[in-house]
């Protein structure tokens, strides 16, 4: 007799990582971009936009990287205070929490007899898994990875801030805003795109949702650069 394993993948199972890194890699191409296109309004060289774009990669990918670990490890540790205190009420109270996750498969549906058994079955495996995933809503593929969110954060947003620096370097000095704007906007259209892909929804709403705020972004950047002149006549 044979049998067929179904696997079935899920995009919940990529939010860890994906958060991370399509915030990493939107600011990356965004803040750095604008910055640049500040600058260059302001009438700074190419040598003194480079300079910039890569203090602003530098700082930008240890910024995200700290902000990432910090935020996620606070969630983190809301988890692991959550099912140390549902420990102690499984060493204390045995036979309420087996009632609770009890009545929590009763509301989803079951028939009492049946949630009942469903209760006990799945206690005697792993009480506390079982409480974690049902009453608290931790599960292994959403649970906060501080390491991997701040690591994703901050190779994305190198990545990001890595197409600004690339169109400086390659393009000519008559040119260099022009051809920064027109890099910034197909990265984030693309980025946007891949971003949808991996999440399974549409690419050009996701496209266009993250290039219409990168566009606004670099003109306000360029709006108030040009307010300044750094060679003045």
Known sequence: MSHSHHAEPHFIQRTGWLRASVLGANDGIISVTSLVMGMAASGANSHTLMIACLAGLISGATSMAAGEYVSVQSQKDIEHADLKF?????????????EELTTIYIHRGLTPELAKEVAIQLT????????????????????????????SSALSFSLGALCPMLA????PEQLV?????????ISLSLMGALSSYFAGTSLWKGSLRITVWGILAMAFSSWIGSLFDVNPM
Not at 141 to 151: D, F, G, V
Not at 177 to 185: D, E, F, N, Y
């Open 86 to 98: 549902e420990a102690k009420l499984l060493e204390q109270h045995p036979h309420l929490e087996l």
């Open 124 to 151: 005697e495996k792993n009480a506390l898994e079982a409480h974690a995933r049902d009453e608290i809503g931790i599960i292994e593929q959403t649970a906060a990875r501080p390491i991997q969110a701040a690591l």
């Open 168 to 171: 400086i370097l390659f393009s």
């Open 177 to 185: 805003s022009k051809i920064v704007l027109i890099v910034g906007i």
